[in-house]
């Protein structure tokens, strides 16, 4: 037994990969069919059941020949579950649609805003002054006109 399954392995690994592929959904399904199966066997035993709706002697449903009230079942419980799971949805998915709607309307604030863009010219230093006023006064170098003695 052992032989033929390691050989079943051996040669699904040497198989193309859509033949894994197929495989692994296989696998993968009757996994979680089976997982399932167990857990409802497990919360069909451990959640006790209702007593049947009718009685069968007079006629007469549970509900008017009893007053107290019954344990929950299995698909009560699962029912009331999805029901609240719905509802917490429902509150979910309306605040992110709130946060959505938001995000929508700043990021359509920032496109329409308008950028204004100025070009400036280069700002004059504030030690420059004109060429002329700049060599008469601060020029200590002789001028061709002035003599040097040698």
Known sequence: ???RISQFIASL???DNATKKNWIIGASAVSMVFVILLWLVYLTLTLPSLPSDTNTETGQTAAATETAPSEPTF???FSRGISVLIHQSEAGLAAFASKIAENVETIKKSVEKKNVIEVK???PSRTATTPAT?????STEPT???STPQ
Request: aromatic residues 10%.
């Open 144 to 146: 061709a006109s002035t």
């Open 121 to 123: 010219g280069p700002e």
């Open 75 to 77: 698909f009560s419980t």
């Open 1 to 3: 037994m052992f032989t």
């Open 13 to 15: 690994r040497t198989a």
């Open 134 to 138: 700049t060599t008469a006064a601060t």
